[in-house]
């Protein structure tokens, strides 16, 4: 299953809960990028990617006000 395949099955919830667990690592990714002890460089992009993504199904399953 591809990531998004895996975060439409996910409830609004379950979302959330990863949507702030993207945050922090995003977080911590940019921590570690300016105190040079990042090594996987490529996953900052790859987590801001999911969150956006992230962000968008959620604002899918809302229903329209």
Excluded at 19 to 30: D, G, M, S, V
Excluded at 33 to 56: M, N
Aim: charged residues 30%.
């Amino acid at each position: 299953m591809t990531r998004i395949a895996d975060f439409r099955v996910m409830t609004p919830d379950q979302m959330s809960d990863e949507l702030l667990k993207l945050k922090k690592e995003q977080f911590n990714l940019r921590f570690q990028a300016a105190t040079g002890q990042l090594e996987k460089t490529h996953r900052v992009g790859e987590v801001r990617k999911d969150i956006a993504r992230l962000q968008t199904l959620l604002r899918q399953k809302q229903p329209a006000a």
